[in-house]
C-alpha cells in the first residue's frame, strides 16, 4: 500500500509564497514520476508540475517562472515551492505518483488546499 501525504497548504497574500511537501511511503517500486496537480472550484484538474526519475521538469504555463518543483530521492519526497502567488492559484493541489515498468501505477494525495486572498 502507498500512501501520499501532503503537507505546507494554506492562506496567503497575493504575491506571497508558499511550499507543499509530499512524502511516499509503503512499497514503492520503480517510481517514475512526482507531480503536483490541482482543482479549482467547478473547473478539471490540471497538472501544475512534474518531475522525472531522471529530474527531467515540465509545468503548465500559467506557473512558469512563479513554481518551481525538486524531490530528494531518498526521502521519496516532492517539494514545490510556490512563488508570486496569485488569486487564480487558488485551488486543491494533489500530490501525484507514477510508479512501476509495466504494469504501471499511479497514486495521488488526498490534497491540500492553497489559497491566495488579501
Known amino acids: 500500500q502507498v500512501q501520499l501525504v501532503e503537507s505546507g497548504g494554506g492562506l496567503v497574500q497575493p504575491g506571497g509564497s508558499l511550499r507543499l511537501s509530499c512524502a511516499a511511503s509503503?512499497?514503492?517500486?520503480?517510481?517514475?514520476?512526482m507531480g503536483w496537480y490541482r482543482q479549482a472550484p467547478g473547473k478539471q484538474r490540471e497538472l501544475v508540475a512534474r518531475?522525472?526519475?531522471?529530474?527531467?521538469?515540465n509545468y503548465a504555463d500559467s506557473v512558469k517562472g512563479r513554481f518551481t518543483i525538486s524531490r530528494d530521492n531518498v526521502k521519496n519526497t516532492v517539494y514545490l515551492q510556490m512563488n508570486s502567488l496569485k488569486p487564480e492559484d487558488t485551488a486543491v493541489y494533489y500530490c501525484?505518483?507514477?510508479?512501476?515498468?509495466?504494469?504501471?501505477?499511479?497514486?495521488w494525495g488526498q490534497g491540500t488546499q492553497v489559497t491566495v486572498s488579501s
Open positions: 518531475i522525472s526519475s531522471r529530474v527531467a521538469t
Open positions: 501525484n505518483l507514477e510508479a512501476g515498468r509495466g504494469p504501471f501505477y499511479e497514486y
Open positions: 509503503g512499497r514503492i517500486s520503480s517510481i517514475n514520476a
